[in-house]
């Protein structure tokens, strides 16, 4: 029941902007007739430049947070064990983290020469300082408590980390990961575009903007939204109920 109510209002929540979008197309120049989009959009998605655009992007964003969960893994871990290594990381992760993304995007681009590797990298760097500042945190808040009684009892150290340990910094690790993978979207459409991409979504959407083709610039937004919120609501939200499940 909660599950079908959860639905419903999600249903409701998307249905409302559409009035908004009907009524910032009667009163603006650039917002395209919605209408119009939704016409076009079947024929839009039938077309295999469209996922082959679709797929290049997944792909690097898919490569990027890998890399970044990693390193910032990694980072965490280090940062938590070593004082000296808290003190010399915590400068790469607070400059990662405050390093605009339209900068990344252009020293990455311009130092690997606009090859594909530039576009992994710039999402790796983006996002790796949001894990790596989310699992530390976990870490750092760890019930020391439980740890004693652990090697009290003799639990082992994987006993320890399955289920102690996660269980612990698991919502840590989902918020981190739901920031890293939000940002990733937002950084890859901005290395895409300053990249001057041939293939790709940023590549699709800023071409059709510079050509005022608004149908097609709806549609790319449109896509993209889903995207995202598929990956929220049908991945992300999908894989912490069943990690949290054990809470009932």
């Not at 989310?134 to 090697?151: F, H, I, N």
């Not at 903007?209 to 939200?237: K, N």
Request: hydrophobic fraction near 60%.
């Amino acid at each position: 029941m909660q599950k079908e109510n959860n639905l419903i209002i999600s249903i409701c929540a998307v249905l409302m902007l559409l009035p908004i979008w009907w009524i910032a197309y009667r009163n603006t120049n650039f917002i395209a007739d919605p209408f119009v989009v939704a016409t076009a959009l079947p024929h839009f998605l039938s077309q295999a430049d469209t996922w082959s655009n679709i797929g290049i992007t997944l792909y690097r964003v898919v490569l990027g947070l890998a890399g970044g969960v990693v390193l910032g893994t990694l980072a965490a871990l280090a940062m938590n064990q070593n004082k000296l290594a808290e003190q010399v990381l915590s400068i790469y992760v607070t400059t990662a983290l405050r390093t605009p993304s339209a900068i990344a995007a252009i020293m990455a681009l311009a130092i690997f020469r606009g090859a594909e590797i530039g576009y992994i990298v710039v999402v790796m760097f983006i996002t790796f300082p949001f894990m790596a500042v989310g699992l530390r945190d976990g870490l750092k808040s760890a019930d020391k408590d439980l740890a004693e009684a652990s090697q009290i009892y003799r639990l082992g150290s994987l006993r320890y980390i399955r289920h102690v340990l996660l269980p612990f910094i698991a919502p840590f690790i989902f918020s981190a990961l739901r920031n890293a993978h939000a940002l990733a979207w937002k950084v890859i459409v901005v290395a895409e575009i300053f990249g001057a991409a041939r293939i790709g979504f940023g590549a699709q959407f800023d071409h059709a903007w510079e050509y005022m083709q608004m149908v097609e610039v709806h549609l790319w937004l449109l896509v993209f939204i889903a995207i995202v919120l598929f990956v929220e609501y049908g991945v992300l939200r999908v894989a912490e109920r069943r990690v949290f499940r054990w809470r009932g």
